[in-house]
């Protein structure tokens, strides 16, 4: 059985950092293109970030986070992390893990939901201007 389990959100002042992660089992991870997502009150998900396993030239990030989060993933943790920094209010949403099994990269999915079909439960991040 597939799990993908988040933690790490909360509420922060803008201009704060919070760090996301996002363990998984029941997949082999190291094989498996990861991203994060982000759903806000009446708008539709949105793409953040994704990486494959080697993140060297192999990130993606959407224009509205560039520069100020990180993605990354420890294999032999299985864990995939989003470190956020210069939060701002626009950022408060719900943020998701996903997955989908990948050959030989992200590029195939970049940011786009409908190409992951595992998913998790979400952490909630709300940042106060």
């Known amino acids: 059985q597939v799990q993908l389990v988040e933690s790490g959100g909360g509420s922060v002042q803008a201009g704060g950092s919070l760090t996301l992660s996002c363990v998984a089992s029941?997949?082999?991870?190291?094989?498996?293109?990861m991203g994060w997502f982000r759903q806000a009150p009446g708008k539709e998900r949105e793409g953040v970030a994704s990486a494959y396993t080697d993140v060297r030239g192999s990130t993606l990030y959407a224009d509205s986070v560039k520069g100020r989060f990180t993605i990354s993933r420890d294999n032999a943790k299985n864990t995939l992390y989003l470190q956020m920094n210069s939060l701002k209010p626009e950022d408060t949403a719900m943020y998701y893990c996903?997955?989908?099994?990948?050959?030989?990269?992200?590029?195939?999915?970049?940011?786009?939901?409908?190409?992951?079909?595992?998913w998790g439960q979400g952490t909630q991040v709300t940042v106060s201007s």
């Open positions: 996903a997955a989908v099994l990948a050959l030989s990269g992200c590029s195939a999915y970049g940011l786009q939901s409908f190409q992951y079909n595992y």
């Open positions: 029941g997949i082999t991870f190291s094989r498996h293109c």
